[in-house]
């Protein structure tokens, strides 16, 4: 009876033990010392930004490894897109002057959702209106649909009259910092200004 | 409302610039002011036409169509954003200009598509355009091309 007791004494204080270990320890990597430092609020714990393997304009095959070590700034759109996809890379265009040489410290993405139509050199042309800074980037049907996956990029071609068609894709910028984390937006409604103080926080990331 | 403030702006910076249009004058009554493209590559698939047209006169109409030797065909389309998400759409029926109104076209939303420029458009350069009204007619105008991506014309409000 007595020797009962103690095993039950015994495995109480072991259990407590362990929990006392366990609670801690939970505490330590996520409240403690080992921690990692604002993780729930930066947007660096969305998952945005990931693997691709794509060709860029000048017809070399990349991947998001090649882009590593430096921040990014990523858009996804399509050459015969006559209206936001040039007024986005006309914004990424003058974003480039106005940060000088600190806009060599960042890789400047256009990547393409029109698997069909955008060749590397069709995207060549396109981008020759632009700062020549802006890489493009293009794919197989499947290379941009990872590419898109890893961004949580919408994209969907839509058939049009004459037997053509256009493509809807998410419009916005998307900033990464130097090891491919999530760094926010640049958002087509905001002011120059705001947007020139993201890329230039971004640039020193 | 934001919209309605925008276009009144929009009409405030445009007035002057339209009351003193010499091109674009059809006998219907509609004008066209501050008609303007960006400079895109030679290979570029598309360009985008942009201006404020006015109907002067008493009944509504209609802009249907366009023609420019800078490209192969002009459509008339819409851009619009939805959460996030852009889409781009023909416009079949054309844009529509009440008496006494405007219609602007301009980025990020009813603009001219430009289908298969002929050749680079650089800026500076002026383009001649067709425009195709159902009452007013053709209206001939000329697209000046500003830097690739600009947002407004250069000499916007003058």
């Given at each position: 009876m007595l020797r009962w007791i103690r095993g039950v004494a015994w495995g109480a204080i072991a259990l407590l033990g362990f929990l006392t270990l366990a609670v801690s320890a939970g505490w330590l990597v996520t409240d403690g010392?080992?921690?990692?430092?604002?993780?729930?609020?930066?947007?660096?714990?969305?998952?945005?930004?990931?693997?691709?393997?794509?060709?860029?304009?000048?017809?070399?095959?990349?991947?998001?490894?090649?882009?590593?070590g430096r921040p990014a700034a990523v858009f996804f759109g399509f050459t015969h897109c006559p209206d936001v996809c040039p007024t986005t890379l006309g914004d990424m265009t003058a974003l480039i002057e106005a940060l000088g040489p600190e806009a060599e410290r960042i890789h400047w993405l256009f990547v393409s959702v029109d698997w069909e139509r955008d060749t590397p050199d069709a995207l060549a042309g396109y981008l020759e209106a632009f700062d020549p800074r802006i890489v493009g980037l293009s794919g197989t049907e499947a290379q941009v649909a990872q590419a898109a996956r890893s961004f949580r990029v919408y994209?969907?071609?839509?058939?049009?009259?004459?037997g053509g068609y256009t493509m809807d894709h998410s419009a916005s910028v998307f900033l990464l910092d130097a090891a491919g984390r999530f760094a926010g937006t640049l958002d087509s409604k905001e002011s120059r200004e705001v947007a020139l103080e993201k890329v230039r926080m971004l640039a020193s990331r | 409302m934001r919209r309605n403030l925008l276009r009144l702006a929009l009409l405030a910076a445009v007035m002057p610039l339209a009351a003193h249009a010499h091109d674009g004058h059809a006998p219907g009554g509609v004008t066209a002011s501050q008609v303007w493209t960006r400079a895109v590559g030679a290979t570029a698939p598309t360009a985008a036409?942009?201006?404020?047209?006015?109907?002067?006169?008493?009944?509504?109409?209609?802009?249907v169509g366009a023609e420019t030797p800078a490209a192969r065909s002009v459509e008339i389309h819409e851009q619009r954003m939805d959460d996030g998400v852009m889409r781009?759409?023909?416009?079949?029926?054309?844009?529509?200009?009440?008496?006494?109104?405007?219609a602007?076209?301009?980025?990020?939303?009813?603009?001219?598509?430009?289908?298969?420029?002929?050749?680079?458009?650089?800026?500076?350069?002026?383009?001649?355009?067709?425009?195709?009204?159902?009452?007013?007619?053709?209206?001939?105008?000329?697209?000046?091309?500003?830097?690739?991506?600009?947002?407004?014309p250069s000499h916007a409000g003058h």
């Open positions: 010392p080992l921690s990692e430092r604002g993780v729930a609020t930066e947007p660096a714990s969305l998952p945005i930004g990931g693997p691709f393997s794509l060709t860029d304009h000048r017809g070399r095959a990349v991947t998001e490894r090649d882009f590593a994209y969907r071609r839509v058939p049009t009259e004459g | 036409g942009y201006m404020t047209l006015r109907n002067h006169g008493t009944v509504a109409d209609r802009l781009m759409r023909p416009l079949p029926d054309g844009i529509l200009i009440p008496p006494g109104e405007t602007t076209l301009g980025p990020g939303g009813v603009h001219l598509m430009l289908v298969g420029p002929t050749r680079a458009l650089a800026r500076g350069e002026r383009v001649p355009l067709t425009l195709r009204f159902e009452r007013a007619g053709e209206v001939r105008v000329e697209l000046t091309v500003e830097a690739a991506g600009a947002r407004q």
